[in-house]
């Protein structure tokens, strides 16, 4: 996860929020655990850049098309989403890391996570 995000990042989505990488690992679970393929599309992107103090930091903003299969031999049986998100993004020594990740669902079809298979 370090290669992507900070050791304090924040996830916050429809669902439940998940921070540091020990939330992080929860949430991959949950995901891998619940759908057996997903497919996003993103666009629009919006990349802000601007230096605070000494910090170098981004926002991020694009628009979120995704498909979540539960069983690869029902693939009729999906749950859509669609929205937005906002990430911020700081300059490391490593490089640029996501410290924040919001996402906004405005819309959606099918079974969630929280449904039963």
Not at 93 to 98: L, Y
């Amino acid at each position: 996860f370090d290669s992507v995000f900070t050791e304090d990042v924040h996830l916050t989505f429809p669902f439940g929020e998940y921070k540091g990488f020990e939330g992080l690992a929860a949430f991959q679970r949950m995901a891998r655990t619940t759908f057996e393929r997903t497919h996003h599309l993103a666009s629009n992107y919006t990349i802000d850049l601007y230096p605070e103090g000494d910090e170098d930091r981004a926002r991020v903003r694009a628009h979120l098309m995704a498909v979540h299969v539960r069983q690869p031999e029902e693939p009729s049986a999906h749950f859509d989403i669609g929205g937005h998100y906002e990430a911020e993004a700081v300059r490391t020594p490593a490089g640029w890391r996501i410290r924040r990740f919001t996402f906004d669902l405005v819309w959606n079809a099918g079974q969630g996570p929280g449904a039963g298979h």
